[in-house]
């Protein structure tokens, strides 16, 4: 099974999606927001320093990250594929991640773009800030994670197309969650045949 990036900005749905992708498909799921909240909540020195930088809206070193990942991608049962969920957003990542792969004699995969209208997407956010309780979800934080979005991981967009491996579903084209994971079945079976 090929690995999967799923891609889109902040409350696009990334981890809904990873979800049912890996109910359906039995794949490995890295999602490094739960993996940063769990160091943070056990009280390692890198939850300390990663918090600062979320607290303040800002991403999280390459160097911190990829550690983290390397380790949790080796935890991974082997040849099930991976999801990697809020990973890469910057270039610098995803060409980090791309060698960490090959030195794993592996690939990305598949890149999954979810792009959502971004009125849509605060909605989603302030709502979720109520319903789970997270405190880097209030609107002037939102406000910076969607700068930060907007001037460091849309482009990768770009990469990710010259890498041949992007695919976009758009909320407009479908509508519902079953929708949208219809289409992106149909795009894993497609590249794992």
Do not use: C
């Amino acid at each position: 099974m090929k690995n999967i990036i799923i891609f889109g900005a902040p409350g696009s749905g990334k981890g809904t999606y990873s979800a049912k992708i890996v109910e359906k498909y039995g794949m490995g799921h890295i999602s490094t927001g739960d993996v940063l909240r769990g160091e943070i909540k056990n009280g390692t020195e890198l939850g300390k320093i990663a918090k600062g930088y979320i607290d303040n809206g800002q991403l999280i070193p390459d160097e911190l990250m990829i550690d983290i990942l390397a380790k949790t991608y080796d935890a991974q049962p082997a040849g099930k594929g991976v999801i990697f969920d809020g990973f890469p957003r910057t270039i610098a990542q995803a060409e980090a991640l791309k060698k960490m792969l090959a030195e794993r004699n592996t690939e990305m995969g598949i890149m999954v773009e979810l792009d959502v209208d971004a009125d849509i997407l605060m909605k989603r956010l302030l709502n979720r800030a109520i319903e789970q309780g997270r405190a880097d979800d209030n609107e002037e934080t939102i406000k910076k994670r969607f700068e930060v979005y907007r001037t460091q991981t849309a482009p990768l967009i770009e990469w990710f197309e010259k890498e041949g491996i992007r695919h976009t579903f758009s909320a407009k084209q479908y509508p519902g969650i079953d929708d949208m994971i219809n289409a992106i079945s149909a795009v894993i079976d497609a590249e794992n045949k």
